[in-house]
Structures are given as structure tokens and as C-alpha cells.
DNA sequence: GGGGCTATTATGTACAGACATATTACGATC
DNA sequence: GATCGTAATATGTCTGTACATAATAGCCCC
């Protein structure tokens, strides 16, 4: 056998040692060292190739207890989530977009907990309309903290909030959850579908250094499909 | 200033000027030699940190040109998928499952396509309802080429074939879609709700070297959210 | 036997030096 | 001016060594 040359090639070699059970899920594979010797190349680059591999999920390492192949082995999937206007124009398609409302108001409990702000703080609350080649393609219901915006607010009638975010507010930290739910009637008049019909929504809230930045709702027209590869 | 120590460090300090917009989105950064030489630490050391602010999609590399700041900062997510009672136990409940149905029969053509076979090979056709607590928590339709089946077939009424398919042909590569669809006269039977209703939908199809192992379709009861963070 | 200290061990990180590789910039040539 | 070849440069990777750190195993003492 010729010994793997390059951390790929020895993170491969180990996958398919695991691959064809040579070592078992939760069995403790040989150390760093062993290795390192085994492959006749320096434990940094067995330490490089294992690392990657416990990142993806298919291995855990203790110091001291060593490296196991993951019992539970959890699909480690990334999906990149893309602004949106970038997502239109990669399928091709000509970005646009509506913004249908724009008020001051005071955000509902729920939205205010998320944040985790005080209910009685008024946000900025935009519903917008993207399209598609001048079809509905979904529907973004944002609450946003007033305090990141500059004096003079930018015009969100000509860049959309999201984008003006990304350029201005970089970098921040935040979670998602994705559901599916029943169009309401407002998302329903705007994506000119039926209400009640199935549609996929992504829930988005995002913090910069501790101070809440927005709440995003997208409402997405039925048929649409969240990719990623494992 | 004090001189940031450990990737970690240098990392931090690197998102904060990002962050600050001392680095523009687009600019080009030092290179690690400078850096390296400003932090006072080794080559080795930036490059992991930089690596590492690249791979979560916020810088931009490429040998002789630099790095540079991301201009469109694809948020990228990584969700952990589990195995479906590992998720239900996950969440304090008591996991069960029921095989509905288990026969072999032709794929329609969009599955057959999926796993990219001839659309008149037989393939295994597993409907499972699982249960939390006793309440159904999803349905799993699955696909499943019997070519990867031991000569006496596993007992499937005993091991789900999920964690069988885990268990056994494990470290498989694939792909996720996504989706939220009306659902469907059986499947809103099984999970006892309405027609039509509004679920999430998971569709993965799943290959090992090249050749196919099964698609599925999880329909997830009305209510589910998957998570994940930034 | 139980509790706590210590030695051992595997991973985590860092360093300096070296070579590989991709890509750009520049200069020579036609 | 366009094209090709070459040098310069930033990142990618590897090596060998060193020390840090966490967690286990074993030991001693009570």
C-alpha cells in the first residue's frame, strides 16, 4: 500500500478505514503519534486531517481519552444563506422589491422576547415584497432596532434593509429556524396565493455584540425549496 | 495595545476590525507574513486564524491575490441532523416507531431519477410512522435499494431502518432539500391532522461511492421547526 | 473501601523554517 | 498592440520540536 501524502489524502484514509469498519463507531482509533508514524509524516499533519474529520462530525476527540469514531454520527450539513437579492440573481432571475408598509411601532411579545428587548421599545416594523422577474417570490416581515440606524436613516426604498445590514452592520451573530406554516391573509395577498395555502418560513434574529439588531420573518411562495449538501 | 494570543485571539481581533470597518467588505487585508509580524507570533498562526474566518465565509482567499473581506457575507449555518430517535429522546420523550407498510415495488420516475437507477428496478418501499411520547411525530417514506441488504434481510420491525442504515452502511454522502407542502391523504391519516394541512418536509437521498442507498421524504408533524444558529 | 494526590498520556496549540502552487504583474517579443 | 514567457508574491502545506492542557489511571494514605 502507498502511504497517503497530504492531509487529504490521509483524512480519506481514515474515512474509509471507518467506511469499511476497520474501526467500528465507538471504538478508539490509534493516537495521533501512531499514526503519524504509521503514515510516515509529522502529527501535525494527522492532527490537521483528524481535526477536519471530528468537525464534520465523524469523529470526537478528548484530550487525554483520545479519538472515537462518532457513535451517533450527525449529518453535519452547511447551508449557506445567501441575501436575497443574490439568491434571485443566481437562479438567473431579475431582483425587485416592494416596500409595501414602513411604520414605527411597537413589536408583539413574542418578537420583543426573541430580541430580548423590553415590549415597550418601539421598532422600526417593514414588510417587503421581493420579486422574482416581477413575480412574487416572498414576503420579508422585519422588526429592526432603530438604534443601529444612523441619523439621517438610510432610504430603504432604494436598497433593501437586508442588503443595507450586510453592508453596514456586518458580522453579527444570530439564529434560524425554518417551518412550515399556513399562509396568512396579508402574506397571501402579496405572493397573490390562496390563504392558508402551505409555505415555507424562515425565522431569522440576529444580535451584534450582545444588542439586538433585527427579527426577519420570510415568507416564502409555495414550491420553494431549501438546498443543502451533506 | 496588547498583542492578541492564540488563533482564537488573533481571529477575535481580525472580526473586530472587520466589524469596525477598518477592513472594508472587499479590501484586501495584509498579508500573513505582516500580520504575523504585527501580532508578533508565527505565519502558522494567522493562517489558521484567517483559514478559519474564510471557511466561515467571511474572508476570501486566494494564493498571489490575498485575502480579502467577503463582499457578500453568505451567512453560513451548519445543521446537525439527526438520527430521528436521537431527536426525540433528544427533547425528553420516549421514542417509538410503527411500520405501516413494507413491500417492494417500482419507484415512480422523479424517485428512480433522484437516485439516478433504471426506473424498473425494484426497490424496497418502507412507510414508518414515528412517535413521541406516543403522539406521532413524523412520517418516513422511504426508498431503499435493496442491494445494500444482507442475505437474510435485518429485521426492520426491530431497528428502524434509519439507524440500521447508520449502524451498518454508514458515512454515506448525499443531499437535503427542504419544503413545506400540503399534506397528503395518508400521510395526514397516519399523523392524525388535517388534509392539507401545512408541513415540513425533509427530502434526502443518500449514495455511498457512487451507488445509490435510499431516498426519503420525512413528513413532519404541523408545529415542527428546525433549528439552527449562525 | 473511599478520598484525594500525582504521574501519565493524547490532544491542542505554537513556532521557525522550508518547499509547493496558483496567480498576478511585468517585460520581452512578434 | 497583442501574446507569450518569466519573475515575484501570497497562500497552502509539511516538518520537527516544544510546551500547554485536560482527563484518565494508578497510587498512597486514611
Given at each position: 500500500m502507498t502511504a497517503p501524502v497530504g492531509w487529504e489524502a490521509i483524512r480519506a484514509e481514515v474515512l474509509r478505514r471507518i467506511r469499511v469498519r476497520d474501526w467500528a463507531p465507538g471504538a478508539v482509533i490509534p493516537s495521533e503519534t501512531d499514526l503519524a508514524q504509521e503514515f510516515g509524516c509529522a502529527r501535525a499533519t494527522v492532527n490537521r486531517a483528524l481535526r477536519d474529520l471530528a468537525q464534520a462530525g465523524v469523529l470526537e476527540r478528548r484530550r487525554r481519552a483520545g479519538t472515537r469514531v462518532a457513535l451517533h454520527p450527525v449529518?453535519?450539513?452547511?447551508?449557506?444563506?445567501?441575501?436575497?437579492?443574490?439568491?434571485?440573481?443566481?437562479?438567473?432571475?431579475?431582483?425587485?422589491?416592494?416596500?409595501?408598509?414602513?411604520?414605527?411601532?411597537?413589536?408583539?411579545p413574542p418578537v420583543a422576547a426573541r430580541l430580548g428587548i423590553a415590549p415597550a421599545a418601539p421598532l422600526r416594523h417593514i414588510l417587503t415584497l421581493h420579486l422574482a422577474d416581477g413575480r412574487p417570490f416572498l414576503v420579508e416581515e422585519r422588526w429592526l432596532n432603530p438604534a443601529v440606524l444612523p441619523d439621517p436613516a438610510p432610504d430603504f426604498a432604494a436598497m433593501s434593509v437586508n442588503e443595507w445590514l450586510v453592508m453596514n452592520v456586518p458580522y453579527t451573530s444570530g439564529d434560524i429556524a425554518f417551518s412550515a406554516e399556513a399562509a396568512g391573509a396579508v402574506e397571501a395577498r402579496a405572493l397573490g396565493i390562496d390563504a392558508g395555502a402551505?409555505?415555507?418560513?424562515?425565522?431569522?434574529?440576529?444580535?451584534?455584540?450582545?444588542?439586538?439588531?433585527?427579527?426577519?420573518?420570510l415568507v416564502h411562495v409555495p414550491g420553494y425549496r431549501l438546498h443543502t449538501s451533506l
Open positions: 449529518r453535519r450539513a452547511t447551508l449557506d444563506i445567501p441575501v436575497i437579492r443574490a439568491e434571485v440573481e443566481a437562479r438567473g432571475q431579475a431582483h425587485a422589491f416592494r416596500v409595501l408598509k414602513h411604520v414605527t411601532a411597537l413589536p408583539p402551505a409555505v415555507f418560513v424562515t425565522d431569522r434574529t440576529t444580535w451584534t455584540d450582545g444588542m439586538p439588531i433585527t427579527a426577519v420573518r
